[in-house]
């Protein structure tokens, strides 16, 4: 796992690298109840890599998990993630500015994961 600043609004844990078995880890530590998801997926990625015979399934794997430990190792960007889906799901308002705000937190968490 790489290093990241300590502090009281730091992230919970440090980024892991983008392996299955660290995201595996780190989800294990931060969000326990999607190992069942995260298998599944990886089962599913490695399948569709060997019918393909392409690693791009694989890559989709490793980019999806990383960005949601980025994400979730930070419990306020999860919480103010949740609460915009919230918005644009109930279709109560104009979803505009919830979707742009969700796309910056996917965005960050992209560049923190070091997939941008």
């Known amino acids: 796992m790489s290093a990241q600043p300590d502090g009281p609004y730091g992230p919970l844990i440090p980024m892991p690298e983008l392996t299955p078995d660290a995201l595996r880890s780190a989800v294990a530590r931060i969000a326990p109840s999607r190992i069942p998801a995260l ?53 109560e308002e104009d979803p505009t500015e919830a979707i742009a705000e969700i796309r910056r937190i996917h965005e960050t968490a992209e560049a923190e994961a070091g997939l941008l």
């Open 39 to 91: 298998t599944q997926h990886l089962f599913e990625a490695t399948t569709h890599a060997q019918q393909a015979q392409s690693l791009a399934p694989l890559r989709a794997f490793i980019h999806s998990w990383a960005v949601f430990v980025a994400i979730e190792r930070h419990p306020d960007h999860a919480t103010r993630l949740r609460a915009l889906e919230r918005i644009v799901d109930a279709g």
